[in-house]
């Protein structure tokens, strides 16, 4: 089990539905990242949050909402998504978003968009 | 040319074998090199961390890194079943921050 526990674990939803993933750690750390992860590729930033302050939006679709509620809570708000947006979401975090700071990830939400 | 290359072919080993993984990059502004195993349907688990040129052993796990040829290398001695995953090469420091350049991915089956 990782230290970045993320849920649910899949997820299956209508291009109309709002839903939301979540993530949670509790190592204390002060860095949180969203990535998405197609089928043999490698993961994909798209959001971070440094200190509960997005960083960096690396030009995600709005139908994407980040929120960090505090410091152990990442959310990642769903609404009218496409089925190109099907893939395994991953939640990241580190001790802070410098150099020399590794990067855990926990096991991902699998979304299917029918 | 792409930051990070790693051959995405699918290498299989019998059991108790070495298995040596490698990526090249391309600028020598990275300082940090990491290698993550992602088993089927989870997320990437940190196996390696380093900085420095040289070997950093960990058990089965040996990363080594070459700074002068830019050149990053994992082997994994006396293979076993349960090392079948996707590994991947991330480095960082290229963008002065914490974001991670990964490599394709390498999956790797070793066979009873």
């Known amino acids: 089990d990782t230290e970045v526990t993320q849920t649910p674990k899949h997820l299956v939803m209508g291009m109309t539905n709002k839903k939301s993933l979540k993530c949670e750690q509790h190592?204390?750390?002060?860095?949180m990242y969203w990535y998405k992860q197609k089928a043999k590729k490698p993961p994909e930033l798209m959001f971070v949050?440094?200190?509960?302050?997005?960083?960096i939006n690396e030009s995600v679709p709005s139908r994407f909402s980040p929120e960090c509620p505090n410091s152990s809570l990442l959310n990642l708000h769903l609404h009218a998504l496409q089925p190109e947006d099907s893939a395994l979401y991953l939640c990241?975090?580190?001790?802070?978003?410098?150099?020399?700071?590794?990067?855990?990830f926990g096991d991902g939400t699998r979304l299917s968009i029918l | 040319q792409k930051e990070v290359e790693q051959d995405p072919g699918p290498l299989s080993v019998p059991e108790g074998a070495i298995v040596s993984l490698n990526c090249t990059y391309s600028n020598s502004a990275f300082q940090y090199f990491m290698w993550y195993r992602q088993y089927s349907r989870k997320g990437p688990e940190l196996l390696m961390y380093?900085?420095?040129?040289g070997n950093k052993e960990d058990g089965r796990f040996t990363a080594q890194v070459d700074k002068s040829s830019k050149y990053i290398s994992l082997f994994i001695r006396d293979s076993q079943p349960s090392d079948s995953a996707t590994y991947l090469c991330a480095m960082s420091g290229y963008y002065g921050n914490n974001r991670l350049a990964f490599g394709k991915g390498n999956q790797v089956v070793v066979i009873p």
């Open positions: 190592m204390g750390h002060r860095a």
């Open positions: 949050y440094s200190y509960e302050k997005l960083s």
């Open positions: 380093t900085y420095s040129s």
């Open positions: 990241a975090s580190s001790q802070q978003d410098s150099l020399n700071q590794p990067q855990h």
